[in-house]
Protein backbone atom coordinates (compact mmCIF):
# COMPACT_ATOMS: atom_id res chain seq x y z
CA UNK A 1 0.00 0.00 0.00
CA UNK A 2 0.95 3.48 -0.96
CA UNK A 3 1.95 6.13 2.15
CA UNK A 4 2.22 9.83 2.09
CA UNK A 5 5.08 10.75 4.15
CA UNK A 6 4.31 13.67 6.68
CA UNK A 7 6.28 15.87 9.64
CA UNK A 8 4.82 16.31 12.58
CA UNK A 9 7.10 17.67 15.46
CA UNK A 10 10.34 16.99 13.74
CA UNK A 11 9.45 13.43 13.27
CA UNK A 12 8.15 11.62 10.48
CA UNK A 13 5.48 9.34 9.94
CA UNK A 14 3.34 7.90 7.11
CA UNK A 15 -0.38 8.36 6.30
CA UNK A 16 -2.22 5.90 3.90
CA UNK A 17 -2.77 7.59 0.50
CA UNK A 18 -6.35 6.61 0.54
CA UNK A 19 -7.15 8.09 3.96
CA UNK A 20 -5.72 11.45 2.20
CA UNK A 21 -8.35 10.51 -1.01
CA UNK A 22 -10.95 9.32 1.03
CA UNK A 23 -10.55 12.92 2.80
CA UNK A 24 -10.21 15.46 -0.12
CA UNK A 25 -13.18 13.31 -1.49
CA UNK A 26 -15.98 15.24 0.51
CA UNK A 27 -14.57 18.74 -0.54
CA UNK A 28 -14.70 17.60 -4.10
CA UNK A 29 -18.20 16.82 -3.87
CA UNK A 30 -19.17 19.61 -2.14
CA UNK A 31 -17.79 22.45 -4.50
CA UNK A 32 -19.93 20.23 -7.27
CA UNK A 33 -22.59 20.61 -5.43
CA UNK A 34 -22.08 24.01 -4.71
CA UNK A 35 -21.38 25.00 -8.68
CA UNK A 36 -24.65 22.83 -9.85
CA UNK A 37 -26.54 24.89 -7.36
CA UNK A 38 -25.01 28.54 -8.78
CA UNK A 39 -26.06 27.42 -12.05
CA UNK A 40 -29.73 26.17 -10.74
CA UNK A 41 -29.59 29.73 -8.99
CA UNK A 42 -28.65 32.10 -12.25
CA UNK A 43 -30.98 29.93 -14.66
CA UNK A 44 -34.13 30.34 -12.19
CA UNK A 45 -33.48 34.06 -11.12
CA UNK A 46 -33.08 34.83 -14.95
CA UNK A 47 -37.26 34.81 -15.44
CA UNK A 48 -36.91 37.10 -18.52
CA UNK A 49 -34.78 34.43 -20.39
CA UNK A 50 -37.50 31.75 -20.03
CA UNK A 51 -39.77 34.13 -20.42
CA UNK A 52 -38.30 34.65 -23.93
CA UNK A 53 -37.86 30.82 -24.34
CA UNK A 54 -42.05 30.75 -23.50
CA UNK A 55 -42.62 33.50 -26.40
CA UNK A 56 -40.77 31.68 -28.63
CA UNK A 57 -42.63 28.46 -28.23
CA UNK A 58 -45.99 30.31 -28.25
CA UNK A 59 -45.09 31.82 -31.95
CA UNK A 60 -44.19 28.47 -32.91
CA UNK A 61 -46.76 26.10 -31.16
CA UNK A 62 -49.76 28.57 -31.68
CA UNK A 63 -49.13 31.64 -34.00
CA UNK A 64 -47.80 28.84 -36.64
CA UNK A 65 -49.10 25.57 -35.59
CA UNK A 66 -52.48 26.98 -34.69
CA UNK A 67 -53.32 29.94 -36.97
CA UNK A 68 -53.85 32.00 -33.24
CA UNK A 69 -53.36 35.29 -34.98
CA UNK A 70 -54.79 36.97 -32.22
CA UNK A 71 -51.48 36.53 -30.27
CA UNK A 72 -49.29 38.41 -32.53
CA UNK A 73 -50.10 41.28 -30.68
CA UNK A 74 -48.83 40.34 -27.37
CA UNK A 75 -45.56 38.32 -28.48
CA UNK A 76 -43.85 40.67 -31.34
CA UNK A 77 -43.19 44.39 -31.42
CA UNK A 78 -44.87 47.28 -33.72
CA UNK A 79 -41.96 47.33 -36.02
CA UNK A 80 -41.33 43.79 -35.77
CA UNK A 81 -39.66 42.54 -39.06
CA UNK A 82 -39.64 39.02 -40.79
CA UNK A 83 -36.93 38.10 -43.05
CA UNK A 84 -35.80 34.63 -45.03
CA UNK A 85 -32.59 35.41 -46.36
CA UNK A 86 -32.83 32.43 -48.20
CA UNK A 87 -35.63 31.50 -50.54
CA UNK A 88 -37.87 34.69 -49.75
CA UNK A 89 -34.81 37.43 -49.75
CA UNK A 90 -36.32 39.62 -51.42
CA UNK A 91 -39.77 39.67 -48.94
CA UNK A 92 -39.89 41.39 -45.95
CA UNK A 93 -42.67 41.39 -43.92
CA UNK A 94 -43.04 44.23 -41.41
CA UNK A 95 -45.20 45.06 -38.59
CA UNK A 96 -48.43 43.01 -37.05
CA UNK A 97 -50.48 43.56 -39.29
CA UNK A 98 -48.41 42.09 -42.32
CA UNK A 99 -47.14 39.24 -40.35
CA UNK A 100 -50.67 37.96 -39.30
CA UNK A 101 -51.90 38.18 -42.72
CA UNK A 102 -48.55 36.44 -43.81
CA UNK A 103 -49.19 33.94 -41.76
CA UNK A 104 -52.70 33.33 -42.46
CA UNK A 105 -51.59 33.18 -46.04
CA UNK A 106 -49.62 30.29 -45.49
CA UNK A 107 -52.18 28.68 -43.45
CA UNK A 108 -54.40 28.88 -46.56
CA UNK A 109 -51.80 27.46 -49.05
CA UNK A 110 -50.42 24.84 -46.42
CA UNK A 111 -53.47 24.12 -43.81
CA UNK A 112 -51.86 21.38 -42.05
CA UNK A 113 -49.01 23.37 -41.34
CA UNK A 114 -47.19 21.91 -38.01
CA UNK A 115 -44.26 23.17 -36.11
CA UNK A 116 -41.73 21.16 -34.01
CA UNK A 117 -39.18 23.32 -31.71
CA UNK A 118 -36.07 20.94 -31.05
CA UNK A 119 -34.38 23.80 -29.48
CA UNK A 120 -33.78 26.83 -28.12
CA UNK A 121 -30.91 28.45 -27.46
CA UNK A 122 -30.45 31.83 -25.29
CA UNK A 123 -26.81 33.30 -26.62
CA UNK A 124 -26.95 36.88 -25.04
CA UNK A 125 -29.52 39.30 -23.41
CA UNK A 126 -31.50 39.69 -26.59
CA UNK A 127 -30.87 37.01 -28.85
CA UNK A 128 -32.03 33.51 -29.31
CA UNK A 129 -31.17 30.62 -31.62
CA UNK A 130 -34.25 28.47 -32.55
CA UNK A 131 -34.33 24.81 -34.46
CA UNK A 132 -37.52 23.70 -35.94
CA UNK A 133 -38.95 21.62 -38.13
CA UNK A 134 -42.11 21.59 -39.82
CA UNK A 135 -44.61 19.94 -42.10
CA UNK A 136 -47.33 20.94 -44.62
CA UNK A 137 -49.41 20.09 -47.38
CA UNK A 138 -49.35 22.28 -50.16
CA UNK A 139 -53.41 22.49 -50.98
CA UNK A 140 -53.58 26.20 -52.44
CA UNK A 141 -51.68 27.95 -54.87
CA UNK A 142 -48.44 29.58 -53.72
CA UNK A 143 -46.27 32.10 -54.96
CA UNK A 144 -42.62 32.39 -56.09
CA UNK A 145 -40.19 34.79 -54.78
CA UNK A 146 -40.84 36.92 -58.43
CA UNK A 147 -44.35 37.27 -56.77
CA UNK A 148 -46.04 34.68 -59.55
CA UNK A 149 -48.54 32.45 -58.90
CA UNK A 150 -48.72 28.63 -58.60
CA UNK A 151 -51.25 25.97 -58.99
CA UNK A 152 -51.08 23.95 -55.62
CA UNK A 153 -48.91 20.61 -56.11
CA UNK A 154 -50.90 18.47 -53.24
CA UNK A 155 -47.80 17.61 -51.89
CA UNK A 156 -46.27 17.17 -48.17
CA UNK A 157 -43.02 19.42 -47.20
CA UNK A 158 -41.32 18.21 -44.60
CA UNK A 159 -38.56 21.21 -43.91
CA UNK A 160 -36.16 22.02 -41.06
CA UNK A 161 -34.40 25.30 -40.54
CA UNK A 162 -33.36 27.62 -37.71
CA UNK A 163 -34.64 30.97 -37.01
CA UNK A 164 -31.92 34.30 -35.41
CA UNK A 165 -34.24 35.91 -33.21
CA UNK A 166 -33.80 39.48 -31.50
CA UNK A 167 -35.90 40.55 -28.74
CA UNK A 168 -36.59 44.48 -27.90
CA UNK A 169 -34.66 46.02 -25.05
CA UNK A 170 -36.77 44.74 -21.95
CA UNK A 171 -36.82 41.17 -23.65
CA UNK A 172 -40.89 41.45 -23.70
CA UNK A 173 -41.09 40.96 -27.56
CA UNK A 174 -39.58 39.79 -30.48
CA UNK A 175 -38.56 42.47 -32.72
CA UNK A 176 -36.78 40.69 -35.86
CA UNK A 177 -36.80 37.03 -36.86
CA UNK A 178 -34.30 35.87 -39.36
CA UNK A 179 -34.86 32.51 -41.15
CA UNK A 180 -32.22 30.24 -42.59
CA UNK A 181 -33.95 27.14 -43.86
CA UNK A 182 -34.37 24.23 -46.34
CA UNK A 183 -36.89 25.10 -49.59
CA UNK A 184 -40.05 23.35 -49.74
CA UNK A 185 -41.17 20.45 -52.63
CA UNK A 186 -42.88 24.27 -54.32
CA UNK A 187 -40.10 26.11 -54.24
CA UNK A 188 -37.65 22.85 -55.91
CA UNK A 189 -39.97 23.18 -58.32
CA UNK A 190 -39.21 26.50 -58.57
CA UNK A 191 -35.93 26.61 -59.22
CA UNK A 192 -36.12 23.71 -61.26
CA UNK A 193 -38.77 26.12 -63.52
CA UNK A 194 -36.36 29.59 -63.50
CA UNK A 195 -33.37 26.86 -64.51
CA UNK A 196 -35.07 25.59 -67.42
CA UNK A 197 -36.62 29.18 -68.46
CA UNK A 198 -32.57 30.24 -68.11
CA UNK A 199 -31.33 27.62 -70.47
CA UNK A 200 -33.95 28.54 -72.98
CA UNK A 201 -32.79 31.63 -72.96
CA UNK A 202 -29.22 31.00 -73.10
CA UNK A 203 -29.57 27.92 -76.29
CA UNK A 204 -31.83 31.63 -78.10
CA UNK A 205 -28.71 33.73 -77.41
CA UNK A 206 -26.49 30.96 -79.26
CA UNK A 207 -28.37 30.72 -81.59
CA UNK A 208 -28.63 34.63 -82.29
CA UNK A 209 -24.69 34.52 -82.15
CA UNK A 210 -24.42 32.26 -84.87
CA UNK A 211 -26.75 33.39 -87.29
CA UNK A 212 -25.35 36.55 -86.84
CA UNK A 213 -21.41 35.74 -87.22
CA UNK A 214 -22.33 33.44 -90.22
CA UNK A 215 -21.17 34.63 -93.58
CA UNK A 216 -23.74 36.15 -95.72
Not at 79 to 105: L, Y
Amino acid sequence: MQTLHQRSHGMMYSRPLHSCCAAVRPVLRQSRVHAAQKDAEISTKDWRAQRMVDKVHALFDRVWSKGDVQLVDDLITDDFVWKDVIWMSSKRVVGKKAFSSFVQQMREAYPDLHYEVGQVGVCDPVHVFVHWTCHGTNLRPTSDSKGRSHKPTFHESHISGIDFITFNDDRSKLQEIVIYRQPTLEEREFLEEEALEQERWSMIKLERLHFDGAPQ
